[in-house]
């Protein structure tokens, strides 16, 4: 069974940063690529990043290009994403998901930017 | 970037109604496209893949449908539990893109 673990939310001031984790398990962790997904208070679902199961690409929303950072040990199966000069706009519960077609999510974890 | 606009934004209707829900990409994206329903509280829920392929475990009361730009997502009869919010996402090309939501609700 697919398992998807998120931890490392929080609270955090503005111009702050934050590592998330999302430990993986019941799959090969190499062969597919995983996804970091949020939804902001009141708002629809929207990608944040993509890394292929090799770790060789990695994609980012325009929103956060240049201040998060995608990666992954394979070693313990698990997926980080490194949030650098948070901002409020960047509060919501952020989701790991496997495949392009996510076809699985873990339950989340909340990040709140204010100060 | 391929926009995804979703239609309605809200709907009401009874027990037993058949409720459709439409998906519109702004380019072709062949069948590459997901539905999801999203329950407040909990993850998101992968309900089809492929436009119209049932994830695991899924009641065949969900059914989609489409291909290049147009889709749509039909649950046959509708029941209390399907009260959610429910998004198409697109997976054809980066950035992957998600619709507005559609919140279902009963009358």
């Known amino acids: 069974e697919v398992q998807l673990l998120e931890s490392g939310g929080g609270l955090v001031q503005p111009g702050g940063s934050l590592r998330l984790s999302c430990a993986a398990s019941?799959?090969?962790?190499?062969?597919?690529?995983m996804n970091w997904v949020r939804q902001a208070p009141g708002k629809g679902l929207e990608w944040v990043s993509t890394?292929?199961?090799?770790?060789?690409?990695?994609y980012y929303a325009d929103s956060v290009k240049g201040r998060f950072t995608i990666s992954s040990d394979k070693s313990k199966n698990t997926l980080y994403l490194q949030m650098n000069s948070l901002r409020a706009e960047d509060t919501a519960i952020y989701y790991c998901?496997?495949?392009?077609?996510?076809?699985?999510w873990g339950q989340g974890t909340l990040v709140t930017v204010s100060s | 970037d391929i926009q995804m606009t979703q239609s309605p934004s809200s709907l009401s209707a009874s027990v037993g109604d058949r409720v459709t829900i439409t998906c519109r990409a702004s380019?072709?994206?062949?069948?590459?496209l997901a539905w999801f329903q999203h329950k407040p509280g909990k993850a998101p829920k992968p309900l089809i893949y492929?436009?119209?392929t049932l994830q695991s475990g899924v009641p065949s009361k969900f059914s989609g449908s489409g291909s290049g730009t147009d889709f749509t997502l039909t649950i046959s009869s509708l029941q209390p539990e399907d009260v959610a919010t429910y998004y198409c996402?697109?997976?054809?090309?980066?950035?992957?893109?998600f619709g507005g939501g559609t919140k279902v609700e009963i009358k």
């Open positions: 890394i292929t199961g090799s770790g060789v690409s990695t």
């Open positions: 019941g799959f090969t962790f190499t062969s597919y690529p």
């Open positions: 492929a436009a119209s």
């Open positions: 998901a496997k495949r392009a077609l996510l076809d699985s």
């Open positions: 996402q697109q997976y054809n090309n980066y950035p992957l893109t």
């Open positions: 380019q072709a994206i062949s069948n590459s």
